[in-house]
């Protein structure tokens, strides 16, 4: 008898230990894939096609400049580089959020910071400016799964992100924007909270889309990018169900997803995580492996 309960406890510490039997297991043998060596994949990033170098005009400044040039705003005065800094040199908006937005154009010109004051300005306190303006109506979010054209739109508006994204330190400040986000609950659209609701779920979607871009993956830690994965599934049965607002239909799929395709560093990191059979089974649906046979 106490032979075969040193044996049942053995059994029980190899289970724990190796992880057998359990349905949630987390493992790392996925697919057998192609590297991007081996096929060669043409892959050429959102980021190279639409961000500026260092030194180079903003996509924005071009937007700006024809709409002042339109006179499609009245007489208005930019601010300078000197009132978009507070007394302690730090990057803040000099507006009245609220009258501001009353006005698409208007809105474009006053969200334009001075090069100066943006080449000086620290990555969290544009990513900061470039989401204050992302969160309203008059984001550009098209979303048609072309990652260069959505880009085009998101930094023609906002020479913040711009800047932001010529940097190599950008990633882990939008990661720890969506890992501290709360994605918003579906409610009644005559409900006053509902328009807010909608920016936040719309901005939300373009973190994801500037997360899914090879830059963010080579950025951040190998740890930081499996704790992403893992939110990004786990919100997939709400969206799904209609709990968590979502900017696909019924929330049949995860925007971030969208982009991961061969050549882009996801593809091959993600194959690489350890996930449970649930979580690759959310994966799997919506990216595709190119297997070898």
């Known amino acids: 008898m106490e032979k075969r309960i040193i044996s049942i406890i053995l059994i029980i510490a190899v289970i724990a230990i190796t992880g057998c039997g359990r349905k949630g297991t987390a493992t790392s043998e996925h697919k057998n894939i192609y590297t991007k060596e081996e096929l060669q994949t043409p892959y050429e990033s959102a980021i190279e096609q639409c961000v500026g170098k260092e030194g180079e005009a903003y996509q924005a400044k071009q937007m700006r400049d024809s709409v002042v040039s339109s006179e499609k705003v009245s007489p208005f005065e930019e601010y300078s580089a000197k009132e978009w800094v507070d007394s ?12 501001i937005l ?6 474009r010109v006053a969200y334009y910071i001075p090069d100066e004051a943006a080449h000086s300005a620290k990555t969290n306190e544009l990513i900061d400016v470039a989401f204050d303006y992302l969160n309203s109506a008059y984001s550009m979010n098209r979303f048609d799964y072309l990652a260069s054209t959505e880009l085009y739109f998101l930094v023609r508006d906002s020479n913040a992100l711009e800047e932001a994204l010529r940097r190599d330190d950008w990633a882990e400040v939008v990661y ?6 709360q994605q918003p609950e579906v409610i009644g659209e005559n409900d006053k909270e509902y328009t807010g609701r909608v920016y936040m779920a719309n901005l939300l979607d373009i973190v994801e889309f500037l997360l899914a871009q090879p830059e963010a993956c080579e950025q951040l830690s190998d740890e930081q990018k499996t704790l992403l994965i893992k939110k990004l599934v786990a919100e997939y049965s709400d969206k799904k169900s209609g709990k968590l607002m979502s900017g696909s239909t019924n929330g049949e799929y995860v925007k971030f997803f969208t982009w991961i395709e061969e050549g882009n560093a996801w593809y091959y990191a993600i194959n690489n995580m350890a996930f449970t059979a649930d979580e690759w089974k959310v994966i799997d649906s919506m990216v595709e492996w190119n297997e070898k046979e």
Do not use: S
């Open 88 to 99: 302690e040199g730090h990057l803040k908006i000099p507006f009245d959020r609220e009258e």
């Open 102 to 107: 009353k006005d698409a154009d208007m809105t």
């Open 176 to 181: 720890n924007y969506y890992m501290d986000a």
